[in-house]
């Protein structure tokens, strides 16, 4: 299936801005939809986003609908996760995975992830 790898994690104040990238150039997509998740020690995997590269439509966990975007560059085969006005709750190790990209995301529709990127939101 080749690998996909995650980018663009970091240090940011609450309010500020990270834009995650994935690269998938190196990856068979086998799945409709490639997206987000996130874990965060101690606490269960939650799904962020999905975009369903079939019909182009992006779908969100409430928790981060309006501050974040999940974006595609089609000729590089590249996702990015561009999110605003973080928060400390959002902080967490964020991975790249396939996913079914038909509705809010649920932690169980993520198969085949990358090494994820860490974000941290603190002051």
């Known amino acids: 299936q080749g690998r996909l790898v995650e980018s663009g994690g970091g240090l940011v104040q609450p309010g500020g801005s990270l834009r995650l990238s994935c690269d998938a150039s190196s990856f068979t997509l086998e799945s409709p939809g490639l997206g987000w998740f996130r874990q965060a020690p101690g606490k269960e995997r939650e799904g962020v986003s999905c975009?369903?590269?079939?019909?182009?439509?992006?779908f969100y966990a409430d928790s981060v609908k309006g501050r974040f975007t999940i974006s595609r560059d089609k000729a590089k085969n590249t996702f990015y996760l561009q999110m605003d006005n973080l928060k400390s709750e959002d902080t967490a190790v964020y991975y790249c995975?396939?996913?079914?990209?038909?509705?809010?995301?649920?932690?169980?529709?993520?198969?085949?992830w990358g090494q994820g990127t860490q974000v941290t939101v603190s002051s």
């Open positions: 975009f369903n590269y079939n019909d182009d439509k992006a």
């Open positions: 995975a396939t996913c079914w990209g038909v509705s809010t995301p649920t932690p169980n529709e993520y198969d085949a």
